[in-house]
Every structure is written in C-alpha cells, then in structure tokens.
C-alpha cells in the first residue's frame, strides 16, 4: 500500500480540483461526513453521548464543521470549539462555518483554556479537527492547550486525517498531540501514521474516499509503501515437491567471539527455519566445540583466532575458499570490534560475490571508515552492486545507523525513514533500519515501512533472527510473484519478507506468551508458524 508525503496529497488535492473539475468544497463535505461516520459508531452504542468538536483555522477544522452539521441534522448533542473567530476563516472552512451556524450548531469561537478544559471533561466522543497534514513546526498556543485539553479527557478521540501534532511526513511529535482511537484519513494513508512514533498515537487507521480519482492517487504518489501480506508473501521463494537440500540455497554465517556465541548460533538456526537448505557457520575455532553442541542441524567451520578468541586475519584464506558454492553470507553476528577481525571484514567484503547481510558488528567495521564505501565502488565489491546476483542488505538498529551515517541517534530516530534512504544510497545497499516500525530503503530511494511486530522483541538477539531470517531468503532463490515495478533487485524483496515474517514470528510468540519476558528464541521457535501457508 502507498503512502503519501503531505505535499504528494496537496498535489493529489490539486489535480483534483484542476483537472478533474472536483471542487475543493465537494472533498469536504466528503470527508466531513466520514469523520461523521466514525462518530456515529459511538453513538449507535450511546445514543446520548455529548460529541465535542475542537476545530482548528484551517481545512482540518472545516472538515470538523461538515461532521458538526450531519451529527447535528441526526440529533446529536455536539459543540464545536472554533480556536479562532469565524471571520479568520477562509474559502471551504469559512462556507462551512456560515453553514453550520445556520443550521443551528453550536459554536464557541475562541475558547478559553478554560472552556477547552470542561468540553474534554464532558465528552463521549471528541472530534480532533485542530491542525492537519500541513503542520511542520511545534505546535503552540491554543492549539497546544486543546491538545493537552483532550489528552486529559476520557472521551473516544476521533483524529481528522491525522493527530494534531505528529509531522505527516515523519510520524514525529511537534510539541505534542492528540491521542486518538480513530484516525480517518482522507483519499490515502499518510507516512506519519505508521512510522513511529506517530504510529502510536494513531489508533486504529481508516482511509476515506473522498472522491480524488484513483488515477490522480496512482500518479501522484510517491515511493514510500506500506508492506501488506500480500505483497510479503509474494515476496518467498517457491517450494517445490521435488526439492532437495540444495534447492533453497546455502547460507554461510560468519560470526561469534567468546561470550556472543549466543548470537551467531541463533542467526544460523534462524536462516535454516527460514527456508534455507545447508547452513554453515564460521567461527573462531576455541569456541566451534560450545556452537557444535548449541546447534544440530548446523555445519560448523573452526577457524583461525585472535589471542582474544575471535576471528583472526588469517581466518580469511580458508573464508575464500568456503565461498565457492555459497548463496548469501551474512557477517556479523556477534563478531567482535577487535581490530584484527575488522580488518578481516573489509578483506572478506573485497572477496564476496554471492548476496550479503551485514549485521552488528560486521555493521560496526564497515562504520570504523565511513570513506570506504567509496573505495569498495572502485573495486566494484557487492556493497556497490545493483545487479540481481550480487547484493547487500545492512540491518542496523539506530545506534549502528548512527554511526553508518555520522548521525546522532537522535537525528536517526527524528526521520528513520530519510535515515535509511540516506544510508542505502551512501553504501548502495538495501538498509534495513530495525526498530518500531521496521524501515526498509534501496538504493534508488524506493521505501517500505513494516507493520507487524510489538515491543516484547526488544530484546538481546532479536536483530540475529532477523540477519539469519534475511539470509535465508536472499539466498533461497527468491522467485517473484508480484509486480516487478516495485522493486529494483531481489534483496529488496527479500529484506521486505524478511522484516514483516520477523515481526509476525514475534506477534506470534507475545500472543502466546504475553510481551513482558519474551525473549529472542521466542520469535525463532515462530519462525516457521509465521511463515506456514505463505510459500
């Protein structure tokens, strides 16, 4: 599913009118009576609920007079605070204005914090009609006051096609905003109600036609979506009756140090209940004994060490020659920042040219040298690779996302989603930017946002499920299903997949277990469970 950025709906809004002849009024009244709609869901269960509209001087409060009049025309008892005088009101929401005052609505204009204070205390049902899509600076005022009014209040909160307050093209909070139940949102959903942490105040989210013209909406979007099942389940490799254990690829994991053994034996049992066929693990030898007996079905590779009993330099000969016949690496997985095992991931990197996912701290020695992407461009290494055999997905959380970018976490969590465009385009790889609301870029800036996942899977090993989870997958031989116009290469289709099976293996795991102690072999023991059907 599209989202839309608040200038591609202005541009939709605008051809609408233009070209189609649609006038602006007309939009209005559509989505007035939407916002009327949600509204009297509440009161088919209440009949006598007191419905209060905060209204604010724009096109968001005109929308909120639309529904003032159809809740008034069926009987409800609705008041509508107006955060200006009527004369400050302008074309559509001014007409709307003069309509409800003659049908009889009533309106207080101007409110006190007062005033504003009392209708939040009384109402059933509160219509938040203040700021819309167009807000970009803090909020302050009366239109602060408002929010915080209804934040206080108990009513059933109503937001009109977005909260006041959260950034439509960032899910950011500006100053603060509306807690709403219900979101109608109008012709398309909007960016800011999935990514967080406007996804948090959303509610449940309702797109409303209001009559702008598919064509318009399919012409002026832009390339931010939503990942659907459908779309993720389009995403997996086929399976065949007649397979083998060599169908659906051969993952090589190349992880672990002394005391992150954890991690690279659950990114490679999550890439085999991912799909994959053989998986190998290289690690330091001194611990191959320990990962043998935490792992059955997993070939071990003991390697040459460090003193300190990670992956040494010289592990990288006998790395090249288990390359021949891989499918996708992932590198990473509790790794170590040694020195000398960094310098073994830019060797390893150089020497790739099956599909790879960097992860942790495979992620950690790429970030060591941010002028190297630049370098690996000129040697065409995979991590500048478009072509459909050689690509590379980075999984980073926001504080590895940091330091990829040379960013503070906080610059990263302010717009993830410019976060992870800006790092797909530097290292021309897919970036997964893990998280709330898991962001997915390519390279060519096309992103998408994952909906499934909850908060029991912020959790230590959490990230390796999903490293091994991506690796099986984009090296099992995906095989499309779905409109290639979305895509550029098949690790984008295979990080999509990945991210939204990750979150539903863990939707899974906190409806069987609740969110509070879940720990990350819960997600990998679903696994399977989510992916079940989808293939």
């Not at 009987?75 to 004369?87: I, K, N, P, T």
């Not at 959903?189 to 990514?195: F, R």
């Not at 920042?337 to 599909?355: A, F, K, M, N, S």
Request: glycine share 12%; aromatic share 4%.
């Amino acid at each position: 599913m599209r989202l839309f950025t608040a200038a591609e709906m202005r541009e939709a809004d605008r051809r609408t009118t233009e070209e189609y002849g649609i006038p602006g009024i007309v939009l209005m009244e559509n989505a007035g009576q939407a916002v009327a709609r949600a509204v009297q869901e509440v009161l088919d269960r209440n009949a006598d609920a007191f419905v209060r509209i905060f209204a604010g001087r724009g096109n968001n409060g005109g929308d909120g007079l639309v529904a003032a009049r159809y809740l008034h025309a069926r009987g409800a008892d609705v008041v509508v605070l107006l955060l200006c005088a009527g004369e400050e009101l302008h074309g559509d929401a001014a007409a709307n204005y003069a309509a409800a005052k003659a049908q009889g609505v009533e309106i207080i204009e101007q409110p006190s914090p007062e005033d504003l204070e009392e209708a939040a205390a009384e109402a059933d049902v509160v219509v938040d009609a203040i700021l819309g899509t167009g807000l970009s600076g803090e909020v302050r005022d009366l239109p602060l006051a408002a929010i915080q009014a209804i934040n206080r209040g108990d009513g059933h909160v109503v937001a009109v096609d977005i909260p006041s307050g959260i950034s439509s093209d960032t899910g950011a909070v500006l100053g603060d905003c509306v807690h709403a139940d219900v979101t109608v949102t109008f012709g398309a959903a909007k960016v800011g109600l999935y990514t967080f942490p406007g996804r948090t105040y959303a509610g449940e989210v309702r797109v409303a036609d209001i009559g702008i013209p598919a064509e318009v909406l399919a012409e002026a979007g832009g390339d931010t979506y939503l990942t659907t099942p459908e779309l993720a389940a389009n995403c997996l490799p086929r399976r065949s009756p007649v397979a083998h254990k060599g169908t659906y690829g051969r993952v090589l994991v190349v992880g672990g140090s002394v005391g992150m053994t954890g991690a690279a034996a659950m990114a490679a049992e999550a890439a085999l209940r991912g799909g994959a066929g053989l998986v190998y693990l290289a690690c330091p030898e001194s611990l191959n004994d320990i990962l043998e007996v935490k792992l059955t079905e997993v070939i071990t590779r003991p390697l040459p060490e460090t003193a300190d009993r990670t992956l040494g330099r010289e592990a990288l000969a006998p790395l090249q020659e288990m390359l021949d016949g891989i499918s996708c690496v992932v590198l990473g997985p509790g790794l170590s920042t040694h020195r000398e095992t960094q310098q073994l991931v830019w060797d390893l990197v150089r020497e790739i040219t099956c599909p790879l996912v960097v992860d942790a701290d495979g992620l950690n020695a790429l970030a060591a040298d941010p002028s190297r992407p630049v370098a690996l461009g000129h040697t065409g290494a995979v991590l500048t690779s478009s072509t459909a055999d050689t690509a590379a997905v980075l999984t980073p959380h926001p504080g590895e996302m940091a330091r990829l970018l040379g960013w503070s976490v906080e610059e990263v969590q302010a717009d993830r989603l410019a976060a992870a465009r800006r790092a797909a385009q530097m290292w021309q790889a897919v970036v997964v930017l893990k998280g709330p609301g898991t962001v997915i870029a390519g390279p060519a800036g096309t992103a998408w946002i994952n909906p499934t996942g909850n908060e029991g899977m912020a959790t230590a090993g959490s990230g390796d499920v999903l490293s091994g989870l991506t690796g099986a997958l984009l090296g099992g031989g995906i095989e499309v299903r779905y409109p290639r116009g979305q895509f550029r290469f098949r690790a984008e289709e295979a990080a999509v997949a990945a991210a939204f099976y990750h979150g539903r293996a863990g939707d899974l795991a906190a409806r069987e277990l609740g969110t509070r102690g879940m720990i990350a072999g819960d997600i990998l023991r679903h696994v399977p469970a989510a992916l079940k059907g989808q293939s």
